[in-house]
């Protein structure tokens, strides 16, 4: 999954994104508001941490724009302010959740998950397709009775994969949310390549190749 992080405490920012690439999440952090708002409206982040307090354009009119732009990924906005007025301001802009400064990086984790998985077809914190489970808590996967042990990196594609059964994935948008894609990966078999690990280990038929468009995870 590719965060995108808008944090300008240097330090802050480095440490939410050392913590969340040990959860095997692709971020990508920018430093002012300016810079950020560029970003969030040419990615396809799958959740925006927005810190309210920016130079260059703040979190509540980067939370605006985006909205109004038509931009519809989860935005957990982070602020050092717990003024109720404030908070529910942020919401009235279209922020999904927030966090107050400062926080335990398990708890951003949390919200994050949950906002992740609310985007996705499943609430739950355990995704299911067939025979195989994928506990995104315990960072688990089991088909049946038997875990499965995979990489950091099948493991993040199996999740994307399970968060979104039942839609076709192309490789670039496989490459932008597991990879966080570059010029260099575009041009790769990285995707294909990991899909095959995938399927050894997990067999036949659970990833669906659909011919010229990418793949896909069934419910069933």
């Known amino acids: 999954m590719h965060i995108l992080l808008i944090e300008d405490h240097k330090t802050v920012a480095a440490n939410i994104k050392k913590f969340l690439e040990m959860h095997q999440y692709i971020v990508t952090v920018a430093l002012d508001g300016t810079e950020g708002f560029e970003k969030a409206m040419i990615m396809d982040a799958d959740l925006l941490i927005l810190d309210i307090n920016l130079p260059g354009m703040n979190g509540y009119d980067i939370c605006s724009q985006l909205r109004q732009n038509g931009k519809k990924m989860p935005i957990l906005m982070l602020t050092a302010r717990s003024k109720q007025q404030?908070?529910?301001?942020?919401?009235?802009l279209g922020a999904d959740d927030y966090l107050a400064k400062p926080f335990d990086l398990e708890v951003l984790l949390a919200h994050a998950r949950a906002l992740l998985r609310r985007r996705g077809t499943d609430t739950s914190p355990v995704l299911k397709a067939g025979k195989i489970m994928l506990d995104t808590n315990r960072q688990e996967v089991w088909k049946g009775k038997k875990k499965i042990n995979l990489s950091p990196k099948e493991f993040a594609l199996l999740e994307y994969l399970m968060f979104n059964k039942n839609i076709v994935q192309s490789r670039p948008r496989i490459l932008e949310h597991v990879w966080g894609s570059s010029d260099e990966l575009m041009f790769s078999n990285s995707v294909?390549?990991?899909?095959?690990?995938?399927?050894?280990?997990?067999?036949?038929?659970?990833?669906?190749?659909?011919?010229g468009k990418g793949y896909i995870i069934s419910s069933e």
């Open 86 to 92: 404030e908070i529910v301001h942020g919401f009235d």
């Open 192 to 211: 294909d390549v990991y899909i095959a690990f995938l399927r050894r280990k997990l067999g036949e038929g659970i990833i669906q190749t659909v011919p």
